[in-house]
């Protein structure tokens, strides 16, 4: 099963910036209509943080990152960021993107893990205050 891959990530103080990649892999660009980046706070659960229709333009964001975060992807939706800006202590957690064949989609179901069949491994971003 091809696995998407994040980069990216990295440490940074409360206030900044950064930006997370993920690359689809060549395999599932024919299958792959929906991308989501979900984070996973040490010791919590993993929550849903954004997700975007490749070729866009529906979009949406958990509430405690709107204003913040903003979703974006390449010309082709070969590859799909995650600009986050202010960040703070709170937002620290492994990041993780995730892709599904588009069905679940919308506002709320792309909230749920269980609907996404493609993963990636995971890039840290640690936020110090």
């Known amino acids: 099963q091809d696995h998407l891959m994040e980069s990216g990530g990295g440490s940074v103080q409360a206030g900044g910036s950064l930006r997370i990649s993920c690359a689809v892999p060549p395999g599932t660009h024919s299958t792959i209509a929906c991308l989501a980046w979900f984070r996973q706070p040490p010791g919590k659960e993993r929550e849903a943080v954004a997700a975007?229709?490749?070729?866009?333009?529906?979009?949406y964001y958990v509430e405690s990152v709107v204003g913040r975060f903003t979703v974006s992807q390449d010309n082709a939706g070969n590859t799909f960021y995650l600009e986050m800006n202010k960040l703070n202590p709170e937002d620290t957690a492994l990041y993780l993107c995730?892709?599904?064949?588009?069905?679940?989609?919308?506002?709320?179901?792309?909230?749920?893990?269980?609907?996404?069949?493609?993963w990636g491994q995971g890039t840290q971003v640690t936020v110090s205050s």
């Open positions: 975007q229709w490749r070729g866009g333009p529906s979009t």
């Open positions: 995730a892709a599904n064949a588009g069905a679940q989609c919308y506002d709320p179901a792309w909230r749920n893990s269980g609907s996404y069949n493609h």
